[in-house]
């Protein structure tokens, strides 16, 4: 079954066609980033004309790199939510559009579903069951994935999402935008142990987050620092790595304590904060030491893209579950309402 799958959540736009029997045909992709920069964040409004600008020509591009045309074609997935509700609908409008010219069936995916499994794209994939650490720039939640549309949640943060701190951290810093890549390209300068940052709810069991704090103590520090030594040009790098050693350091006593508390050895890093190379060497050798395994996709799987949506939209259609002809676009979506298949 060839499947295309659409990503429009918010600001990037990616098609994808998957096929059940030869795998990943093609995946194409446009970020927004430089149209949001000047703005220092997602505007939703903007993001929506964007997509509406992308999404055909993207489209036209992925047919041809999978060397095949829209005829052939056995079904649409598109990311239904969560997300912009202004960009959401522009990939399920056409993703349903194009489902009907074609006659084909239709699925909404989850996109953090999507997240979640995108490490199944690559050679080796994990197997069920695992836990899967999920940090975006909307979500940071531990789940324990015993198959696909089986997640029950272990914690998740109860404030900012961990991208959601990078990002805001890196604008307290004057940094720019996209905040995560920046501060951590800033923070391979900063030496590391020079101030040292709290590593939030760690002090207490649970599995739960809490980064918000950290954006105000990053602050703080920067601020008296740069009083006390007007001039320091290592200063921001040097409070970058501190910031990202206490995200990293927090994420990694939880992942721990997932694993030890369900006994589960496989684990599997998702979402657009994986991409952070300090967090996957540390989630790494953290699991070589438990006789378990890491599992991440590459890092372009990590952040937004078609392939994601692709893949559990093949997975869900082969399952036989597509849904009546309407457009589905949903701005909040909690996982645990999925059908197991
Ligand atoms: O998964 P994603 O592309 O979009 C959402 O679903 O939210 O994640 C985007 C988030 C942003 O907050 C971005 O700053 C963060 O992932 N991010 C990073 C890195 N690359 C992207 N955070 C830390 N280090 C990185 N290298
Ligand atoms: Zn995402």
């Known amino acids: ?77 598109y990311t239904a939510g969560p997300g912009l509700i202004g960009a959401l609908m522009v990939g399920a409008s056409t993703a349903r559009s194009l489902a009907m010219a074609l006659n084909v ?12 499994l995108a490490p199944m794209l690559e050679e080796p994939a994990p197997g069920f069951p695992f836990i899967a650490l999920l940090v975006s720039g909307g979500h940071t939640l531990l789940a324990e994935v015993q198959a696909v549309g089986q997640y029950k949640i272990l914690g998740e943060s109860l404030d900012d999402a961990a991208g959601e701190a ?60 740069v009083k006390s030594s007007p001039g320091d040009q290592s200063l921001k790098a040097d409070i970058a790595r501190a910031f990202e050693d206490a995200v990293v350091d927090t994420l990694r006593i939880k992942c721990q304590r997932a694993v030890k508390q369900t006994g589960i050895k496989t684990l599997v890093i998702a979402g657009g904060v994986g991409a952070n190379l300090r967090l996957r060497a540390s989630l790494k050798t953290m699991m070589e030491k438990q006789g378990g395994e890491l599992f991440y996709p590459r890092i372009e799987f990590c952040t937004d893209n078609g392939a994601m949506i692709a893949y559990v939209g093949c997975l869900r259609l082969m399952a036989g579950q597509y849904e009546p ?11 645990e309402e999925l059908e197991t298949i």
């Not at 069936?105 to 979640?116: F, N, Q, R, T, Y």
């Not at 800033?186 to 207490?204: H, N, S, V």
Request: hydrophobic content about 40%.
């Open 105 to 116: 069936p239709a699925i909404g995916v989850h996109h953090m579903e999507g997240h979640l």
């Open 166 to 225: 990078f990002d805001k951290t890196a604008k307290l810093l004057d940094l720019g935008y996209p905040g995560g890549p920046v501060l951590a390209k800033l923070a391979e300068q900063g030496k590391q142990g020079a101030y040292e940052f709290p590593r939030p709810m760690t002090d207490r069991p649970g599995l739960d987050f809490s980064f918000s704090g950290l954006k105000t103590f990053t602050l703080n520090t920067y601020q008296k620092a």
């Open 1 to 77: 079954m060839k499947v295309l799958g659409i990503e429009t959540s918010c600001d990037e736009t990616g098609i994808a066609i998957y096929d059940s029997e030869q795998g990943l045909l093609a995946h194409t992709l446009h970020s927004q980033v430089k149209l949001h920069a000047e703005y220092g964040g997602v505007v939703p409004e903007l993001a929506s004309r964007d997509h509406i600008r992308y999404l055909l020509p993207l489209m036209e591009k992925a047919l041809v790199e999978a060397g095949i045309n829209k005829i052939d074609l056995d079904g649409v997935a």
């Open 325 to 335: 002809m309407v457009i589905n676009a949903r701005a909040r979506w909690p996982m």
